[in-house]
């Protein structure tokens, strides 16, 4: 299920954005009775020209939290962003993502989460540039990331996957330690025994273990940079980031591409929701 917002501001008729986005989903029937993915893009975000917002979550324990995240996190971000165009961006999502995770344990009824990973593209004056007299060939496009859980985010560069995102799973080293100082048990490779995420949005029976502030990355794009996949753990529990980006990379629309990665993760035994964006660049 998703959320599409399509030009939101103000633009020329015959101008083209210089990313094109696709994407597809699928609930895997076979295994799971509902969809919990939720997939959220935003051209021209912020009513900035060019820019970009793009994000998949994947719910469990039930879609609520998922769902309102892919209705709310982008204004919030939007919001938060224009209150102070100098901050750095990282900060901006990394205060965003707490806030949601804070709302939805105190709005939201049940028990739900969701995993996020979450891009924004946009255009930057940079630093020894005067920002009052510069020209759009000075602008540098950059992209932003944040995700909790283990959806991923992976960025193909020359011929080479770059993974973007940190999978937060309680069998990673430093999660561990992180819950057992703050009072959890990880058995089984779960928190308490029940949880396969150490991050995430909501789940509140878990708070204060399970966290929301996410991992964040900063990357400046160059013409090196083909595209980037955001995709839930149904597509990464069955394929490797390097193998997923060479299933596509000649692949030249990114609706196409999208599909081809979520038949290929049906295909190959994911037994969880798929759903998988691709965003060219």
């Not at 917002?5 to 597809?24: C, F, H, M, R, W």
């Not at 949601?100 to 709005?107: A, C, P």
């Not at 995430?200 to 964040?216: A, E, H, M, Y």
Request: with cysteine.
């Amino acid at each position: 299920m998703g959320v599409s917002e399509e030009d939101i501001s103000e633009t020329p008729t015959e101008y083209q954005l210089t990313y094109q986005v696709g994407v597809a989903e699928n609930k895997n029937a076979k295994f799971r009775k509902t969809m919990e993915d939720v997939h959220t893009y935003v051209k021209n975000f912020a009513s900035r020209l060019d820019w970009g917002y793009f994000a998949v979550f994947d719910g469990h324990a039930g879609s609520q939290a998922s769902k309102w995240c892919g209705s709310h996190l982008h204004a919030i971000v939007e919001e938060k962003l224009l209150e102070d165009e100098t901050r750095d961006v990282r900060e901006v999502l990394n205060e965003s993502f707490v806030s949601v995770d804070r709302q939805i344990n105190t709005k939201l009824p049940g028990n739900s989460g969701c995993t996020a990973a979450v891009c924004i593209l946009r255009w930057e004056v940079p630093d020894d540039v005067d920002n009052q007299t510069a020209d759009f060939s000075q602008h540098t496009r950059k992209l932003y990331t944040a995700n909790v859980g283990d959806s991923r985010i992976v960025l193909f560069r020359k011929g080479r996957s770059v993974r973007l995102t940190y999978d937060h799973k309680a069998s990673d080293g430093l999660e561990m330690q992180r819950i057992e100082k703050s009072g959890g048990l990880i058995m089984k490779s779960r928190v308490n025994g029940m949880l396969a995420v150490t991050r995430s949005f909501g789940d509140k029976f878990f708070d204060g273990l399970v966290v929301g502030n996410p991992f964040t990355t900063s990357v400046e794009l160059t013409r090196d940079d083909e595209f980037i996949i955001v995709a839930c753990d149904g597509l990464w529990d069955v394929i490797d980031d390097q193998d997923a980006c060479e299933l596509i990379r000649d692949i030249e629309e990114p609706n196409e591409a999208a599909k081809t990665l979520v038949r290929y993760a049906l295909e190959n035994g994911t037994t969880d929701n798929v759903t998988a964006m691709v965003v060219y660049l």
